[in-house]
Nanobody
Framework: QVQLLESGGGLVQAGGSLRLSCAASGSIFSINAMGWYRQAPGSQRELVAVITNGASTNYADSVKGRFTISRDNAKNTVYLQMNSLKSEDTAVYYC???????????????WGQGTLVTVSE
C-alpha cells in the first residue's frame, strides 16, 4: 500500500507565498515522476508542475516564473514553492506520483487527498 500525504495549504493574500509538501510512504521500490495538479471549483483538474527522478521539470504556462517544484529523493517527498500568488491560483492542489512497488512491476499512479489553497485579494 502506498500513501501520499500533502501539507502546507491554507489562506494567503495575493502576492504572498506558500510551500506545499507531499511525502510518499508505504511499499515503495522506486519513484519516477512526481507532480502537482490543481482543480478549481467548476474546472477540470490541470497539471501545475512535474519533476522527473532526474530532476527535469515542466510547468504550466500560468505558473512559470512563480512556482518551483523540487524533490528530496531520500525522503520520497516533492515540494511546490508558490510565490506571487494570485486569486486565480485558488484551488485544491493534488500531489501525484508514479511509483513502482517492486522490481519488475510497472509503475502505478498514486494521488494524494488534496490540500486547499485560497488566495484572497
Amino acid at each position: 500500500q502506498v500513501q501520499l500525504l500533502e501539507s502546507g495549504g491554507g489562506l494567503v493574500q495575493a502576492g504572498g507565498s506558500l510551500r506545499l509538501s507531499c511525502a510518499a510512504s508505504g511499499s515503495i521500490f522506486s519513484i519516477n515522476a512526481m507532480g502537482w495538479y490543481r482543480q478549481a471549483p467548476g474546472s477540470q483538474r490541470e497539471l501545475v508542475a512535474v519533476i522527473t527522478n532526474g530532476a527535469s521539470t515542466n510547468y504550466a504556462d500560468s505558473v512559470k516564473g512563480r512556482f518551483t517544484i523540487s524533490r528530496d529523493n531520500a525522503k520520497n517527498t516533492v515540494y511546490l514553492q508558490m510565490n506571487s500568488l494570485k486569486s486565480e491560483d485558488t484551488a485544491v492542489y493534488y500531489c501525484e506520483a508514479s511509483i513502482k512497488t517492486s522490481w519488475g512491476r510497472l509503475p502505478s499512479q498514486y494521488w494524494g487527498q488534496g490540500t486547499l489553497v485560497t488566495v484572497s485579494e
